[in-house]
């Protein structure tokens, strides 16, 4: 069950990190599409962890019935792809994300000048 947790982990880590990083792209490319647009793109961001972190699978009925049974190793499933998403997700967006702060508090200096 380990394994099985780390290769989803792993899977819906790259997932979930390309699409953080197209909607964030989206978003710092469009931020002079008005207000709608960003409040819309902001929206679909903010819904990704519902998604990456479990969503309805991770919490659904079907999961908590393995969970109470004694004998099952699902928990340790859970951890691992949990554990494995972070680590996944992190290393894909940490240099995006550190490049832009930086851009970003280099233009608001501009603008003090």
């Known amino acids: 069950m380990f394994l099985t947790g780390l290769f989803l982990?792993?899977?819906?880590?790259i997932i979930s990190g390309i699409v953080?990083?197209?909607l964030f792209k989206s978003l710092v490319d469009d931020s002079k599409g008005g207000a709608?647009?960003?409040l819309?793109?902001?929206g679909e961001i903010l819904a990704l962890p519902a998604f990456c972190f479990g969503g309805p699978w991770i919490?659904?009925?079907?999961?908590?019935?393995?969970?109470?049974?004694?004998d099952t190793d699902v928990e340790k499933m859970v951890q691992s792809y949990i554990i494995f998403l972070v680590i996944v997700f992190v290393?894909?967006?940490?240099?995006?994300?550190?490049?832009?702060v930086i851009k970003?508090?280099?233009d608001l200096g501009k603008g003090v000048q």
Do not use: D
Not at 9 to 13: A, E, K, M, S, T
Not at 59 to 70: D, H, Q, S, V, W
Not at 91 to 100: A, E, H, S, T
């Open 9 to 13: 982990g792993v899977l819906i880590g």
């Open 59 to 70: 919490a659904g009925e079907f999961i908590t019935n393995l969970l109470k049974k004694p």
């Open 20 to 22: 953080f990083l197209v």
């Open 91 to 100: 290393i894909m967006v940490i240099y995006p994300l550190f490049r832009w």
């Open 104 to 106: 970003f508090g280099e």
């Open 36 to 38: 709608s647009k960003i």
């Open 40 to 42: 819309k793109l902001t």
